[in-house]
């Protein structure tokens, strides 16, 4: 099936001599959902940009279901919703009039009926009438998510959805953002919390210095990069590890008790029946043991690291 989106050789050096984008290559599916992660000033949001056409490439393309963000932009324009940082409403508009005027400036014709769709489902339409300044910091979230979808799109863009809201908030604006995704929106966001891309991602794809380093399935860049910590409880402290154990690579916790030992997930051998003999041993008894993986955070700050 063609993607949705297909970006070849996307390129942008603002005036000032910036180069915001180099050389990006990148084909979306419809119907998932990619996460793009990057340090401040990656590039992200001037991808959007583009691709939404508020900002011009110099160099490269951008199609959206076969048509060219330049040349067609209005056709291409009309399938993408986005949301954008920033909370920019008219406070003392209602809801419904809000995303009624959105899908007028796409030049739809009104269709109190789809709207009501899309409000029930971002849990707005009991606030139709309400004046936007009435609403929670929540809400108004979702409102822009509703504005952005107002006109139909197939494909949408959140830049930093969840930037600055609680945890309950950030949660809710997941659950808001699975259920587009069951209904086919295709979705693209940009985030600096590791976990938002953990949780929802179908792909994730990092950017560093305007340059896309990889684009990959989250499960296998978890599974290829990720590692699983083991922690071993002892049930006495110890002052120091036996020499011998040196070189298995452990760390003793400053309680004396607590030894992480690092594992590839790969290797033919973990290396843990090895440890746990040497344990038993060296006489030290073992009360606990647990094992967890390594975060995306983790995975993320080394590949930008071993990329630079
Ligand atoms: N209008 C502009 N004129 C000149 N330079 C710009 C402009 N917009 C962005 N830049 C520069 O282009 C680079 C990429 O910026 P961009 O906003 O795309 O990054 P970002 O990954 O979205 O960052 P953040 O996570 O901070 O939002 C930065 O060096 C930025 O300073």
Same mark, same amino acid.
């Given at each position: 099936?063609?993607?949705?989106? +297909? ?11 910036? %180069? ?26 001037? &991808?959007?940009?583009?691709?939404? /056409?508020?900002?011009?490439?110099? /160099? ?21 919703? =986005? ?9 003392? +508009? ?24 899309? =409000?029930?489902?971002?849990?707005? @339409? ?7 300044? +009435? ?8 409102? =822009? ?10 494909? =949408? &863009? ?5 930037? /600055? ?8 604006? @997941? ?16 985030? %600096?919390?590791? +976990? ?64 992480? &030992?690092?594992?590839?997930? %790969? ?32 995975? &993320? ?8």
């Amino acid at each position: 099936m063609r993607p949705i989106i +297909e970006v070849r050789d996307l390129s942008k050096t603002y005036a000032s001599g910036t %180069h915001a984008l180099s050389g990006v290559t990148l084909d979306i599916a419809g119907g998932e959902i990619l996460a793009l992660l990057g340090p401040n000033g990656a590039g992200k949001t001037t &991808f959007i940009s583009i691709t939404c /056409g508020l900002v011009t490439p110099t /160099g490269g393309s951008v199609s959206v279901d076969g048509h060219d963000i330049v040349r067609d932009y209005r056709a291409a324009r009309s399938l993408i919703g =986005l949301v954008p940082q920033e909370i920019t409403l008219e406070f003392f +508009e209602t809801v419904m009039n809000t995303v009624r005027f959105s899908r007028g400036l796409f030049g739809k014709a009104p269709d109190d009926a789809y709207l009501e769709t899309v =409000l029930r489902a971002l849990a707005l @339409w009991d606030k139709r009438d309400a004046k936007l300044r +009435e609403l929670s910091g929540g809400m108004k979230r979702r409102v =822009l998510i509703a504005k952005a979808l107002a006109h139909g799109p197939r494909i =949408l &863009f959140l830049d930093e959805p969840t930037a /600055g809201v609680d945890v309950n908030l950030r949660r809710e604006m @997941w659950e808001v953002v699975r259920g587009l995704k069951k209904q086919g929106v295709t979705i693209i966001l940009t985030t %600096h919390y590791l +976990e938002e891309a953990e949780e929802m991602a179908d792909r994730v794809g990092i950017i560093d210095k305007g340059r896309l380093l990889l684009v990959r399935d989250k499960t296998e860049l978890m599974h290829e990069f990720g590692q699983k910590i083991l922690t071993v409880e002892l049930t006495d402290p110890v002052a120091a590890l036996p020499a011998p154990l040196a070189g298995l690579g452990l760390d003793l916790g400053a309680d004396g008790r607590t030894v992480r &030992f690092r594992y590839d997930t %790969h290797a033919d051998r973990s290396g843990i029946a090895r440890l746990l003999a040497e344990f038993s041993g060296h006489g030290l008894a073992v009360r606990d043991l647990s094992t967890e993986q390594t975060s995306l955070e983790e995975v &993320f700050l080394r590949l930008v690291r071993d990329m630079a």
